[in-house]
């Protein structure tokens, strides 16, 4: 059974403003990469999230980026399983200046430690989607102190 999973969320802002708020390091930084994100997303750069809560800045290789529809990115699932996932974030427009935010990653291996960091990162993508709507909508960061 490969290990994989799609999460999503709606968000009542137009997909250019919400495709920004992740390619852009600086409005990452305020909702999501609480240590910081550096380099904004583009294809084929590498760039570098930091967490507080998760301590320790980690690579983030950009395979593909598409203008208001999609990012395509590899990282190191966990370093317990030594393996890089692919995570694939699309962009739908919506009715009403709101846009659907899918996030999907596969690449774990079948393993004990392979599904603990498959669900790990399910976990970590759903809380990405809840802060981005609240931060976009409403100014709240919900990371903030929410892991300490």
């Not at 409005?27 to 507080?52: C, I, M, N, P």
């Not at 966990?78 to 200046?97: C, I, R, S, Y």
Request: glycine share 10%; hydrophobic share 40%; aromatic share 10%.
């Amino acid at each position: 059974m490969e290990l994989k999973f799609s999460v999503a969320g709606r968000i009542s802002k137009p997909v250019d403003d919400v495709f920004e708020a992740v390619v852009s390091p600086d409005s990452l930084s305020q909702y999501f990469t609480t240590g910081g994100a550096k380099g904004r997303l583009q294809t084929g750069v590498e760039v570098t999230w930091d967490f507080h809560d998760f301590p320790g800045a980690f690579p983030v290789l950009v395979q593909e980026v598409v203008q208001n529809e999609k990012i395509v990115l590899q990282w190191e699932a966990d370093q317990k399983t030594a393996t890089w996932t692919t995570v694939t974030m699309e962009f739908t427009p919506l009715d009403g200046n709101r846009t659907l935010v899918r996030i999907s990653e596969h690449g774990w291996p079948e393993t004990e430690a392979g599904l603990g960091a498959c669900l790990g990162n399910c976990e970590g993508w759903t809380g990405m989607l809840c802060a981005m709507k609240a931060w976009m909508e409403h100014g709240i960061n919900l990371r903030d102190g929410f892991y300490k």
